[in-house]
């Protein structure tokens, strides 16, 4: 008899013996951010409007048509005067840059942010299990990463990974090469270092959709810590929810809207595409459809279920309506699943955009517009710019959940939902200037100071003297 109670017994020990080696399991494959560093250059790399119309005017293949182009680009662009450019723009050799000019913008970055960030957690670099770095227009030998392990002196046995041509979105495809590599190790730290790397990409012929990028792009950096050691939750900031990547490469207009090129006289630049917008859009939506049901409540999901089949049964032998223009207006209610939305710095427009598509106010887009403003568009680390400032705000709390979305060539959208582990209130990167923000606007001074242009007659013009 208690043979056959052992027998009878055995199944349910082995069955919960799974269901407890599942749950520990999953424990330690949770992604956690323990911290961050984001990257301010020093203020003797600032750009203001004077020394930025010094550079366009330093380029001799500029006439009067692509200056009132980048005029016009620059006025509306949103971007502040308080953004940073490389070194090698202050010594006016942006049209001859060398391979160490990329490497020491680099550097300048790794040291300063790993430095403060490892020293700040108390988290030795020889403890690193994991490192990836992407910087997508860089490629050095031996690698970003290899160097960042030989100035540390990491580990032989760590793991590292270096990603270039990722574009803008590279943060959340790092990311996602961490929480892979969670699900096999176990107690582990990770390092993911993104950037961008401008001094060998300063576009210095006249093609309006490369000169763009010009205007747009600024220097800046995060490093950020990582771990799934799950003894060490009550320590983190952010715990990963998910994570949803699309990827519209298939797609000929869209894998070419965004695409580093030479122009008719073979100089090299940033090709920025008028089919951007569109293709950026079906990206987005194609994004949100996999991620949607993944964050939001069942409750919002139903009734946006219900709101979309009486719509269409309404619809019912209506004729067609005309093609609208602009962003499409969702009918889910995001708000029900996100309490922030930390959105990346493409430009006005992009934020614009997603904040029409969502629904979004003035008060959530504010991060995004005072990044923008304050920092330009960082590439892949513009995100963690715009969490730092919520962080700054006092606005993250135990419990919020916030959605990060970003894009990047190829063309991809990315995006994952972090829940807020505990009360955050450090200031990061905006901590001695935050109580000036908002400021009461965001006009910058080019048009004031280059207004005139507008006015100018191409058969007469002249630049001024210096």
């Known amino acids: 008899m208690e043979l056959l109670s052992f027998l009878l017994l055995l199944p349910i020990l082995h069955l919960l013996f799974t269901i407890w080696k599942w749950v520990n399991d999953k424990r330690d494959q949770e992604c956690y951010i323990l911290d961050y560093q984001c990257y ?3 203020d003797d790399r600032m750009c203001g409007t004077e020394f930025c119309g010094n550079v366009i005017k330093r380029n001799k293949n500029l006439g009067l048509n692509e200056y009132k182009f980048l005029l016009k680009a620059i006025v509306s662009s949103g971007i502040g005067e308080q953004t940073y450019a490389p070194r090698l723009m202050f010594s006016g050799r942006e049209e001859c840059p060398t391979l160490a000019d990329g490497i020491s913008e680099m550097e300048e970055f790794f040291y300063d942010s790993i430095g403060k960030l490892l020293s700040r957690s108390g988290v030795s670099p020889q403890e690193i299990d994991l490192l990836v770095v992407n910087v997508s227009m860089l490629t050095t030998l031996p690698s970003l990463s290899s160097r960042i392990i030989n100035h540390y002196k990491m580990k032989p046995d760590i793991k590292s990974f ?9 943060s959340l495809i790092s990311l996602d090469i961490v929480r892979n590599c969670f699900k096999s190790y176990k107690n582990k730290y990770a390092l993911l270092i993104t950037s961008e790397s401008l001094s060998p990409n300063w576009y210095a012929g006249n093609d309006r959709s490369m000169i763009l990028a010009n205007c747009l792009f600024r220097s800046g950096g995060c490093a950020i ?4 050691n799950n003894s060490l939750k009550h320590k983190a900031m952010f715990k990963l929810k998910c994570l949803v990547r699309t990827h519209h490469g298939a797609r000929d207009e869209s894998y070419e809207c965004c695409i ?9 630049g940033f090709h920025l595409g008028k089919n951007l917008p569109k293709s950026a859009t079906r990206a987005f939506v194609d994004n949100l459809r996999v991620i949607t049901p993944k964050i939001l409540p069942i409750r919002e999901l139903l009734r946006f279920m219900v709101v979309s089949a009486v719509k269409k049964w309404n619809r019912r032998g209506a004729p067609p309506k005309g093609t609208t223009q602009g962003p499409i207006k969702s009918a889910v209610n995001f708000k029900s699943g996100v309490d922030h939305f930390c959105i990346h710095t493409g430009g006005k427009a992009v934020i614009d955009g997603i904040g029409i598509s969502l629904d979004l106010t003035e008060y959530d887009l504010e991060p995004a517009r005072m990044t923008l403003h304050r920092f330009g568009n960082t590439s892949a680390s513009s995100l963690w710019y715009v969490l730092a400032y919520m962080e700054a705000k006092k606005r993250l709390k135990k419990g919020d959940r916030v959605l990060m979305i970003s894009f990047g060539a190829g063309f991809k959208c990315n995006s994952c939902l972090w829940e807020v582990v505990r009360d955050l209130d450090d200031g990061n990167v905006w901590k001695d200037e935050i109580e000036k923000y908002p400021p009461k606007t965001l006009a910058n001074p080019y048009l004031e100071k280059y207004g005139w242009i507008q006015n100018e007659d191409i058969s007469t013009f002249k630049l001024p003297e210096e």
Request: overall charge positive.
């Open 162 to 170: 270096n990603l270039t041509g990722m574009g803008c979105s590279a």
């Open 225 to 228: 810590l990582l771990t799934n």
């Open 40 to 42: 301010k250059p020093t």
């Open 260 to 268: 580093q090129r030479e122009d008719e006289k073979g100089r090299m």
